[in-house]
Structures are given as C-alpha cells and as structure tokens.
C-alpha cells in the first residue's frame, strides 16, 4: 500500500521561515558580492524572486526524494520518515531561533538609533533655547543700557520714554525685574531739590523733573500692590533702596514689599503707606517727613527702625501690626501722632524720643517689653485701655501736659524711676504684681496713687496678682 505524504501546516510555517532566512542570505550574499557589506543599501527585487524560485526547487526536489526512499509504507519507512520529520522540526526551530535572535538584534539597533536621535534632538533644542536666552539676554541688555542712558539726558520727555521702557522691559522679563526697580531707585536717590517761587528760570526746568519723578514713583509703586495679580503686573519680593532719596507725595498705600530702606530719605508733601506690608526688614532711620504720613494698617514683620527720624507734619500708625524689634529712639513728632490700637509683638524702644504735640498710644498692645526712658511729652498723651504684656520702662520721662493711663493694664513690671509725670489719670488701671509691690511703695514716683489688692483672688505661683490703682487724695482741677 502507497504511503502518502499528508500536509503538515507547522511544516509549512516552518518552511516559510526557512525560506526567509534563505532569502536573507542572499541578499546578504548580494551585498558581498557587489562589496556593499557595512552599507546601507536596498536589496533588489531580482534577489526575492531568486530566493522564491530556490525555494520552490528544493522544495519540490525534497518532496521527490522522500517519496522515493520512503513511499512504499512499510513500518520502517514510517519511523524514518518520522525520525526526518523530527530533524527537519529541529533544524527549522534552530533557524527561528536564530531568526527571532537577529530580530532581536535588529530591534535593539532600532531602539539605540531612536534614543541616539532622541539625545541628538534635545542637545539640538538644548542648543537652540541658549541660543534664544542669549539672544534674548542681548536684547534685554541693550534695552536696559539704553534706557539708562537716556535717563541721563536733560530733556524730560527722553527721561520719561527712557522709564516707561524700562517698566516694559521688567514686565515683559520678570528675572530682571529687581534690576528694574534697582535702576528706578537710583534714580530716584539722585539730587533734587523743588522748584522755588523767586527762581523764574529754573521753575519750568525744575517742574519738569517733577514730572519725571512722579511718573518714577507711580511706575514703581504700581508694581507693589498685590491687588495688581490679577492683571499679572504684581512683582512679587522686590526690594526697596531709597536711601537719601527726594520723594514728592509718595504713595506706597497697600504695597507689599521685602526689605525697604528710607534712611535720611525726604518726603515732601503728604506720605502714605496704609496698608503696606514689610516682610523683611524696613529702615527710616533719619528720614524726614515735611507733611503728613499715615502708617495706618502697615504690617512690619521683620526688625523696623525709625531713628532718628522727624515727623513735621501729623503722623498715623493706627492698627499697625510690629512684628519684630522697632526702634524709634530719638525720633522728634513735632505734630500730633498716633499708635491707638496698634500691636507691637517685640520689644519697642521710644528711648529719647520727643513729642512735641498731642501722642495717643490708647488700647495699643505690647507684647514684650517697652521703653519710654527719657522720653519727653510736652503735650497730652493717653495710653487709656494700653495693654503692657512685657515690662513697661518710663524711667527719666518728662511729661509736661496731661497722661492718661485709665484702665490700662500691665502685666509685668511697670517702672517710673525719675520721671516726671505731673497728675497722671490711672483710674481703673491695674497691675498684676507681688503684695510686696504695694507694702513697700513702689509707688512712691507716682503721688496721689496707691495699689491696692483686686478681690480675693490667690496669687499664682509667683506671688502675683491683680492690684488696682486707687487715687489716695481728691484730683485738683
């Protein structure tokens, strides 16, 4: 009985693998052939008909052979037919292997080549946005030396072009924006001094640079209210040196700004900063003050210094917020001020300072110690509904008018070696203080007063107490 050869559909894929190697070996005999190995080059279409034909040819002579060795269907045809099936499966699984290895390969050179053109792609753009910062740091650097140069001209209207250039420069390119202010404070610490009445030809010059300098200070300040976030114009943590600067009607009312410094600056007309916040340290150190300024609602968060300065005109630290040490030693109120309701969260020094007029410190809140040594008061002064967390120092003070301490409190040691109070008002002030405090005069500095304990309450660990002020003769007047 003729034995048949049935198809196989594994034989066939595996056939079909064998010939693409076959096909693959003669392209790369090809490639030998014409001394094209290492290039790339693209294989004829001769060579897969070639390959096909081969194919083809061995395959039919394959079939041929194995119909004649082994057609005649006996038991040992069978198992060496077998024994061929199995070596062929063996050869044409080496071959996908080494097949699926050179695919591999080729993958992987794929893969290497594609993230060699990924770095290549980034160095290029890497390279090309240095060249567009370069480019652009050119054009910012150009714009600013050109702008400054044109501050310097004589003509007012190249000085104001020269500064709304350089606001357009700081908001177009925020990482230059403190050299922005920086310039614009530079100028503004130049020499000036206003026009006067009797100079008929240096008024117009003069009233010129006016201009120029208000249009300075209302470009800088615009940039400083943090309401101005919503349009993008806000520059957030700049830094402030106006040393010595001449500023006319200066408005920094709701600013927020880092570190300010004021020192021996002049500030003609009326001077406001309600509202503005320091988050870093704020010096007005010798400033003068020709008109009014209003301080109210400032916060100060860091160490503020007003030594020295001079207060012509009224002045207005209502509601504002100390956060660290503020100093005004020294410093001259010449006209009334106040500090009602204001909170100081550090020590305050008031050391030496004069008060020419009227000065209200009611319901203001100190939270550590306080000085008012050799301060002098030659108006009424009131510290009515005062809170002293910290000691309270009025050692050497001079007050000439009327002092009011009515129902203030002091937490802490409150002390009045030398000075010179007149008839002070303490009715329902109170002080929470040892026993000792009352027995052994302490008040001796305050005549008409005396302590006295409030209630029945027990001291605390300390020996302390509330002890309420109590007038001991009739007041006069």
Not at 44 to 68: E, F, N, Q
Not at 318 to 339: I, K, L, N, W
Not at 402 to 424: K, M, Q, Y
Request: proline share 3%; glycine share 10%; aromatic share 10%.
């Amino acid at each position: 009985m003729a034995c048949t050869l049935a198809p196989n559909p594994g034989f066939r894929r595996r056939a079909r693998t064998a010939g693409g190697m076959l096909i693959g070996m003669i392209g790369s005999w090809w490639k030998w052939r014409r001394n094209e190995v290492g290039r790339v080059s693209v294989m004829p279409a001769r060579s897969i008909w070639i390959g096909a034909l081969v194919l083809l040819v061995v395959a039919a002579v394959s079939m041929w052979v194995l119909m004649a060795l082994y057609g005649g269907g006996s038991p040992q045809d069978k198992v060496r037919l077998e024994i061929i099936k199995l070596a062929g499966g063996i050869v044409v699984g080496t071959g996908g292997a080494a097949a699926l290895l050179l695919a591999a390969r080729r993958q992987r050179a794929t893969e290497l080549q594609l993230a060699q053109n990924e770095r290549d792609l980034a160095q290029k753009e890497r390279a090309a946005d240095d060249a567009r910062h370069d480019a652009a740091e050119r054009r910012v650097t150009e714009l600013y030396s050109s702008a400054a140069e044109q501050l310097g001209s004589d003509k007012a209207p190249v000085r104001l072009a020269a500064l709304h250039a350089l606001e357009r420069l700081g908001q177009d390119n925020p990482g230059h924006r403190q050299t922005v202010v920086d310039l614009l404070c530079a100028y503004l610490r130049m020499p000036f001094t206003e026009p006067d009445e009797g100079d008929v030809e240096g008024r117009a010059e003069k009233y010129q640079e006016v201009q120029v300098r208000l249009t300075a200070q209302r470009l800088l300040t615009a940039h400083l209210r943090p309401l101005a976030q919503e349009d993008g114009k806000f520059w957030a943590g700049m830094d402030l040196d106006l040393t010595r600067a001449a500023l006319v009607a200066w408005n920094m009312a709701g600013c927020s700004v880092r570190n300010a410094l004021f020192d021996g600056t002049v500030f003609s007309g009326e001077a406001s900063f309600e509202e503005a916040g320091f988050s870093g340290a704020a010096s007005f150190r010798e400033a003068r003050f020709c008109g009014a300024v209003s301080f109210g609602g400032a916060q100060f968060d860091d160490v503020t210094q007003f030594g020295g300065a001079k207060f012509h005109g009224t002045a207005s630290f209502r509601v504002a917020e100390f956060g660290d040490v503020v100093r005004f030693v020294e410093a001259e109120f010449h006209e009334p001020v106040s500090f009602a309701e204001g909170k100081f969260g550090s020590t305050a020094s008031f050391r030496q300072a004069v008060f020419g007029s009227t000065v209200s410190f009611r319901e203001a809140r100190f939270r550590h110690a306080v000085a008012f040594g050799a301060a002098e008061f030659r108006d009424e002064a009131t510290f009515a509904g005062a809170h002293f967390r910290g000691s309270a120092s009025f050692g050497e003070s001079r007050f000439q008018g009327i002092v009011s301490f009515r129902e203030t409190e002091f937490h802490d040691a409150a002390w009045f070696d030398n000075a010179a109070l007149g008839e002070p008002d303490f009715t329902d002030a109170r002080i929470f203080a040892p026993d000792w405090v009352a027995d052994q005069d302490w008040l001796r500095r305050l005549p008409g007063w005396r302590l006295t304990a409030a209630g029945d309450e027990e001291p605390d660990e300390q020996q302390r107490r509330w002890h309420r002020f109590e007038r001991t003769e009739p007041a006069t007047g």
